[in-house]
């Protein structure tokens, strides 16, 4: 005759059966618990990580003075600025139209914006059209190494040339 075991601490087959389920279970759990504290490091680091993007430098070389000829005036596009060379002295003038910030062209009496007709003279005063201030110019000036440098956070009055 079977004699019932009387030990709280044997295991009973249904013990047996429940056991691998309880590991199963608290190993999911630490793993959830695991993954989700990964996901929230990362997703801090890439809340504190700055997304800022960085548009073109304000100050940048352009060249040496005798890359621009004397009585030319060139469009650098890219940095919207038009480079104006007459004789000794040389000047820096924005090319970003003062009406909607199209890229005003090079025209026969000064300069011309494709976007609404403004029209602008040599020095960027405005001769026609919507745009409500002249071009500004900006500070040139000549590096240590020989080369133009031009400063588009530094505006110069209308007319300052840099004599090279
Ligand atoms: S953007 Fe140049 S005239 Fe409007």
Same mark, same amino acid.
């Given at each position: 005759?079977? %004699? !019932? *075991?009387?030990?709280?601490?044997s295991h009973t087959a249904t013990d047996e059966q429940h056991?691998?389920? /309880? $590991? %199963?279970l608290a190993w999911l759990t630490s793993v959830g618990l695991f993954g989700s504290a990964v996901l929230s490091a990362v997703s801090n680091l890439v809340?504190? $990580?700055?997304r800022a993007t960085y548009g073109q430098p304000a100050r940048f070389a352009i060249g040496k003075p005798d890359d621009f000829p004397s009585g030319t005036?060139? *469009?650098?596009?890219? $940095?919207?600025?038009?480079?104006? /060379?007459? +004789?000794g002295r040389m000047a820096a003038i924005?090319?970003?139209?003062? =009406?909607?910030?199209?890229?005003? #062209?090079?025209s026969d009496t000064g300069f011309a914006c @494709?976007? =609404?007709?403004? /029209?602008?003279?040599?020095? #960027?005063?405005?001769? +026609?059209? @919507? !745009?409500?201030?002249?071009?500004?110019?900006?500070?040139?000036?000549? !590096?240590?190494? #020989?080369?133009?440098? %031009?400063?588009? #956070?530094?505006? %110069?009055? @209308?007319?300052t040339y840099l004599n090279v």
């Open positions: 005759m079977p %004699v !019932a *075991s009387t030990n709280p601490q056991m691998p389920r /309880r $590991k %199963v809340f504190i $990580k700055p005036r060139i *469009s650098l596009d890219v $940095k919207r600025v038009c480079i104006v /060379r007459d +004789g924005s090319t970003t139209c003062t =009406h909607l910030g199209c890229i005003v #062209g090079i @494709p976007c =609404h007709g403004s /029209r602008f003279d040599q020095d #960027g005063t405005v001769t +026609g059209g @919507p !745009a409500p201030k002249p071009l500004p110019w900006f500070k040139l000036s000549l !590096a240590p190494n #020989g080369e133009l440098e %031009v400063d588009k #956070g530094t505006m %110069v009055e @209308p007319g």
